[in-house]
């Protein structure tokens, strides 16, 4: 294996499958059979996954709600998308602890450094709830924090789509992939791998980012076996 510990940020509205709103269990089951490939491969698997199949903090700002209330909201959604995609890898067999960046102990633990590198180092898949613990950041913020926390090798973007491209491939089919390119290449073409917060946090601690696609079986296992699939972005 290329890689021996990740971050894995996966997106909630990736979780509606072809539903349009909450968890559709087909998509679930799936991302967890991708999850469990790897994990079987001894490779030490963070997860932080976003709420936006339940509620968004912005959506909630732009209909009037308080930010802060909002953010919170979103926030409690990732922990139940988290606390699914627990129940699903247990499911499978997998040791799978949840943590949580807000207090809630009757669901999960609080978030710190040591204790999910202590969870990993025994053979659990940890996921990593409840965002940054603060309004005003987004789950890519959140991954990319814990990623840096964990001392990840790479932050993994699972998406809809099998990388980075000179412009968005659905709207442009004359779209060029980029195999790799560097933050500051990324940032001065204006490329959207990250929210800013996010993009400078990585760029700032030398984390790379691969983005590439979930949806596809296989690749998750193949990415880790370092085969080219996707685009990384690295110093």
Same mark, same amino acid.
């Given at each position: ?11 909630? =509205?990736?979780?509606?499958? =072809? ?7 087909? @998509? ?7 999850? =469990? ?19 968004? #903090? ?47 102990? @009757? ?21 990593? %709830?409840? #965002? ?16 840096? *926390? ?7 973007? #699972?998406? @809809? ?8 491939? =659905? ?10 390119? $560097?933050?500051? *290449? ?16 990585? %760029? ?22 370092? *085969?080219?699939?996707? $685009?990384?972005?690295?110093?």
């Amino acid at each position: 294996m290329k890689y021996k510990r990740v971050l894995l940020k996966l997106s909630g =509205e990736a979780l509606m499958g =072809e539903q349009q709103f909450g968890i559709d269990s087909k @998509r679930l089951d799936a991302y967890a059979c991708e999850i =469990e490939k790897a994990a079987r491969q001894s490779v030490q698997i963070a997860i932080v996954i976003g709420g936006g199949n339940i509620f968004r #903090g912005l959506q909630g700002a732009s209909q009037g709600m308080d930010r802060v209330q909002g953010d919170y909201m979103g926030m409690l959604a990732t922990v139940i998308n988290s606390m699914a995609l627990q129940s699903s890898l247990k499911s499978k067999g997998l040791k799978a602890a949840l943590l949580s960046g807000i207090q809630i102990d @009757r669901i999960a633990d609080s978030m710190s450094a040591s204790k999910a590198i202590d969870l990993l180092e025994s053979g659990h898949v940890v996921i990593i %709830s409840g #965002g940054t613990g603060n309004p005003f950041f987004t789950t890519d913020t959140a991954a990319a924090l814990r990623g840096v *926390e964990i001392q990840a090798e790479v932050l993994l973007k #699972g998406t @809809r789509v099998d990388g980075i491209y000179t412009a968005d491939p =659905e709207k442009n089919p004359s779209a060029v992939k980029y195999d790799h390119i $560097t933050f500051e *290449e990324a940032y001065s073409k204006q490329l959207k791998v990250m929210d800013l917060t996010a993009f400078t946090l990585c %760029s700032e601690n030398k984390l790379p980012i691969l983005v590439f696609d979930m949806n596809k079986s296989g690749n998750l296992l193949a990415v880790l076996n370092g *085969e080219p699939i996707g $685009t990384i972005v690295s110093s």
